[in-house]
C-alpha cells in the first residue's frame, strides 16, 4: 500500500482500506493567503499549518488532507488587516461551509479521527461553528457516526521554556507574532528557499489601542505588514519550535482521542 501521508497522493482504495484497517488520524491544515511583510510568502499560514501536520503525520501513522488555504479576513491586531494587496480572504460564513462539509464528508466515509490545524489567528472561531455544524450533519445522516474532531492552533504546543529561549528579551505575545520570529524562523526551517531574510524590516513592535475602528485605521499598522521585528529569526530556532510542536501535538492525538467501547 501507498506509505504517504498525503491524503492525495494515494487512491480511494487505498484510503478506504487505511481508514478500515488503521483508523488513521486525519490532519486538516488551514491556512490563508496573508501578506506576511516583505520577507515571507503570502501563503505562510497554510504552510506553516501543513508542515506541522505532515511532521506530526509521521508519529502517529496519520494521514494529511490537502489544506483550506483562505482564511478569515485578516485583522489589524494580529495580521495586519485587508487593505494589503494579496490579503485575500473570505467571509466567516464561507470558511464556516467550507468546515462543514470537510467534517461531514470525513465523517460520512467512517473517519473517526480528525485534527484540524489552524495556522491563521483569525480562523478560530469559524473553525469551532464549522466543526459543531458538520457533526451536527453527520449525526442527523447517521445517529451512529463515530467522528470525534480535535482542534488546535499549533502554536499552543510551544512552551514557555521554549519560547524562553528563542525570545531572550521577553516574548511580545501570538498575535503580534505576525511574520516576526516564528513564523520567520519556522519558516527558515521547513521552506528557507521561501524566506527573504535581505529584506526583514525594522518596523515594530506595532502599539495597538485597547479596542478596534472599523472601517480599520490602517495608520496603525506598520506599512510592512510586520508586527514585530522578524531580527533574530534563524533556522535553529525554527527546528527547535516545529519539533517540540509535532512531538507534543502526537502526544495530543495520541491522547486526546476517546477510544470507542469495544
Ligand atoms: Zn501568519
Ligand atoms: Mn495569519
Redesign the pocket.
Known amino acids: 500500500m501507498n506509505p504517504t501521508i498525503w491524503m492525495n497522493q494515494i487512491s480511494w482504495l487505498d484510503y478506504k482500506q487505511r481508514l478500515i484497517e488503521e483508523q488513521p488520524p486525519i490532519f486538516l491544515p488551514v491556512g490563508?493567503l496573508?501578506q506576511?511583510g516583505p520577507h515571507l510568502p503570502l501563503g505562510?499560514?497554510g504552510l506553516?499549518a501543513s508542515a506541522v501536520a505532515a511532521d506530526t503525520a509521521e508519529r502517529v501513522k496519520g494521514l494529511v488532507a490537502p489544506t483550506l488555504s483562505y482564511g478569515y479576513k485578516s485583522q489589524p491586531k494580529c495580521?495586519g488587516g485587508q487593505h494589503f494587496c494579496g490579503t485575500t480572504s473570505v467571509d466567516a460564513a464561507t470558511l464556516v461551509g467550507q468546515v462543514r462539509d470537510a467534517v461531514r464528508e470525513f465523517a460520512r466515509h467512517g473517519a473517526s479521527k480528525l485534527v484540524i490545524v489552524n495556522?491563521?489567528?483569525e480562523n478560530q472561531w469559524f473553525l469551532i461553528e464549522g466543526i459543531d455544524l458538520g457533526l451536527r450533519d453527520a449525526k442527523a445522516a447517521d445517529p451512529a457516526c463515530a467522528l470525534q474532531v480535535m482542534r488546535l492552533e499549533y502554536w499552543d504546543f510551544m512552551t514557555p521554556d521554549t519560547l524562553g529561549d528563542v525570545f531572550p528579551d521577553g516574548f511580545p505575545g501570538f498575535a503580534l507574532e505576525?511574520?516576526a520570529v516564528l513564523?520567520t524562523s519556522m519558516m527558515l526551517h521547513y521552506h528557507p528557499h521561501l524566506v527573504r531574510l535581505d529584506l526583514i524590516p525594522d518596523d515594530g513592535p506595532a502599539d495597538f489601542p485597547p479596542y478596534d475602528m472599523y472601517p480599520a485605521r490602517t495608520d496603525w499598522v506598520p506599512p510592512s505588514g510586520v508586527l514585530s521585528s522578524a531580527r533574530g529569526s534563524d533556522a535553529t530556532k525554527g527546528m527547535l519550535l516545529a519539533n517540540e510542536v509535532a512531538q507534543r501535538m502526537a502526544e495530543a492525538v495520541a491522547n486526546g482521542f476517546i477510544l470507542p467501547k469495544a
Open positions: 490563508a496573508e506576511h505562510t499560514d506553516l495580521g495556522g491563521h489567528y505576525h511574520a513564523e
